[in-house]
């Protein structure tokens, strides 16, 4: 018995032989084994090469794609200037913290007065005084940190406030900043 | 819905940028494999791979949909990974890229399976995807382009830039050669067909 031809073999496993071809190899497959066996093969090999080819692509390859077409333009003064502002303003705060510091320490009950008679202003800075005070008061009682003098534990206690302070406000601004800029 | 890739790329042509990414994320698993199978080398093909995405991306206006997307991927993929393999080792790249004909294998001549012998898919799987490593990098391209993507000789034609019988004569010998693997690890074997959803 002359057996169908490899070709026509993968034609009929993939279905598509010609209406003649499908009708000649239908009868010879009606008597040879052989041959529907290598049909089933053929169609196995192509299933599970389908079911089974599953490459795995690290996780963050999509991201590197989309980072490498996203356009990176060069940012202007200005978008820089606010890209940092965070660290700007920060830096001042804590500076001005720590001037306030040095006319605390030096023992003297500072009252902060506004010659352009602004009340409202004059009297938060004063009451923030007053809080940094009483802090220090507390501070003093309260935690036992054994220092030499005053002055000392006044330092260590705005050291902290101001890094504390300084950590807080840049994220904050930083965060504000990016949202306005990108 | 899902939105179809051509949805998506009007997207991206309208300046959406970041909905590339879903495009990357639909194809970039089956393209993998075709790059895979070139190169024979994980981050090789990952790092073609991204290049590949990269030139479509610029090439997206140029595009006119004269084929499907995926046949314009995978060409892209497929010459990107050969100018890879090319900087690799001329040889491999000549291998690959031939397209000096093949004679179609005829009638099978050898006789290892028995009539009772019927196939298993599981083990076939075992089998297939252990002899798919080991063809020659042109057929296991061509023939994971085939059974893999699924895509007709013609468009297997438009890819690789080969004519139509080497690419018919590169898939048959696949064929052949992963038939003749099964043939002879089960040769003497009696086991059941079964589709695999199934088990």
Redesign the interface.
Known sequence: M??????T??RIADGCAAPEEEDRAQMHLQEC??CR??I???R???????????????AN??????T????REEKKWYEKLLQNMGNIIALALVLGILGYISSITAGDNTRIFFPSGNDFIAKSANLLTDGSHQLLALFHSNVAIQTTNSSQANTILFGLLAIVILAVIDRVIQHFFRNLTV | MDETDKQIIERVMGGD??A??RL??RH???A??VA?RILRNREEA?EA??DA??RM??ALSSFEWKSSFSTWLYRIVYNTCITALGRRSEIERREIDSDEEYD?????ES?E?Q?D???E?DE??KI??GE?DKLPASYGTT??LF??Q?MSYEEIVDVMGLPLGTVKAR??RA??M??NA??RRLGDRVVL?K??KEH
Not at chain 1, 2 to 7: D, V
Not at chain 2, 104 to 108: D, E, R, V
């Open positions: 002359e057996h169908l031809s490899f070709e073999i993968c084994t052989r066996r290598e089933d093969i053929q196995s090999i192509l299933k599970v090469s389908r079911q089974a080819e599953r490459v795995r692509v690290s390859f999509t991201k590197k794609v989309v490498a077409i996203a356009p | 940028a970041r590339f990414g990357v994320d970039k698993a089956k993998m494999a895979l990952e791979l991204q995405f990269v991306y610029k179609l294998p005829g009638a099978i006789d399976l009539p012998m019927r196939v898919s076939v799987e297939v995807l798919i023939f994971t059974a893999v699924e898939i048959f064929r052949m992963l038939r099964v043939a067909l589709d695999k």
